[in-house]
Every structure is written in C-alpha cells, then in structure tokens.
C-alpha cells in the first residue's frame, strides 16, 4: 500500500498541527495522569486516520470492454432509472456509490474510452447521501463514448466534510479503465449514468471496490448489430 499523492502536503501540515499541540499541551500540563495519555493517544489516531483516508492500495483490476467497474470504494445507496440531464439528455441507468470517510477515496476509470464532456460545478455540501445531493452540491460531470460505443456519465458529488474534488481528465482525452481519474477528499459519492439495457450487477446495500467489483454488462453491440437485418438482405 502506497499514501495517494493527494495526501502528501496534508498529512505533513497535520502531523506539524498534531505536534504543535502536544507539546503545547506539554507545556501548559507538564505533571503526566492519566487523561493526559488520553489526549495524546487522540491525537495519535486522528494522524493515523488521516494516513489511512489516503491510502492507495495495489489491486488486481477487472478489465473488460463490456463491463463497467465501480469507479470508487463504497456501498451502493442508489440503483434507479432516471434522466440525464446535463449532457446526454436522455433516460438512463443511474448507480451510485457512497464513500465513507474510511473509504479510499480515488476514483477509477468504469470504462476504457474517449472523454466528450467536462464540467465542475461548485455547489453546498449537503450529506452525500441526500438524493438532491447530485444535482446541488459541488461535483464534477464527465461524459464519455466507451470503447465499445456506448454513452456513460460520471459525477463526483463532494459530501458534507468534503471541500474539495480534483479530477485528472478532461475534455477530447483518452482513457483506458481501471485508472485513475481523480480523488475526493472526505467523505463523498460518484454517481454512473448508463444506457437503460446494460445489466446492473449490483444491488443496494451491496460493498464494492473501485477498479475490481463489476457494477454492470453493456449488451455487445457487434451481436446486437449480427442480429439485425438490413434493407435489400431478405
């Protein structure tokens, strides 16, 4: 397990804050008792939180053109039809996926594919649970063509301790699925847009894994074109 760049300058001005206030307190109570091992034991966890919040472990990822993979580490809290609004403009699939704070918080690729659309959106910072959520609070939009031609959305939705979403791609780039596409700090949600006829895998309440956990099957495009007949072929 490796600490996700990300972390790196926080974790520091945390551990510099942490150290501060022990030795502060220290000063002001220098006779040791027994809460005093209480405080700096509090301190202590809250450090290591802040390490783990950033960890980024190794994993073997799924990779298949006609599966989309969950892009985060959390619980599915929603599974629904609905509208896609801000770019596709049509009815789609929508799965979502909350993040605990003691989640890991990068977010992966669902899909190998070509990026059509990027927006960032600032907004509140209701609970990420909340359904208005998606649409209210500060988030990122991406829309993309999967390599297998199907339209797919993501949305990193920042929660009520998130301040701040970094994503690495933009508009016109090429990305492959399983990697990394950005990183949401403390406790958010991602929410995939999908065609209506791709076979959702994954079920409220269900736990899975950014890059590994299959979260649905796109209907294979080149079977679907074989079984059609075109105009002159009967």
Known sequence: MTIHKEGHRLIL????????????????????????????????????????????????????????????????????????????????RKVSIFMSPLNVHLNRNPASGNILYFRYHSGKYLLAYNPKSS?????????????????????????FLARRIVCYIRESNSVRQGS?????????????????????LVRIGDKVKGGVTEMARFRDLAQETAGRITPGEE
């Open 180 to 200: 990394e596409f950005g990183f949401i700090k403390f406790g958010s949600r991602v929410d995939v847009y999908m065609p209506l006829d791709a076979e959702v």
């Open 135 to 159: 649409t209210l609070n500060e988030r990122t939009s991406i829309a993309m063509e999967t390599a297998n031609g199907h339209p797919l959305m993501i949305r990193q939705v920042a929660g």
């Open 13 to 92: 001005t945390i551990f510099i804050i942490l150290a501060l206030l022990g030795a502060g307190f220290y000063l002001v109570f220098p006779v040791f008792i027994y809460w005093h091992g209480l405080f700096y034991l509090a301190l202590l966890l809250f450090f290591v939180w802040t390490v783990m919040f950033f960890r980024s472990p190794s994993r073997e990822l799924t990779l298949d053109e006609n599966t989309v993979v969950c892009p985060a580490d959390g619980r599915i809290v929603v599974v629904e039809e609905t509208r896609e609004e801000e770019y596709f403009h049509a009815p789609m």
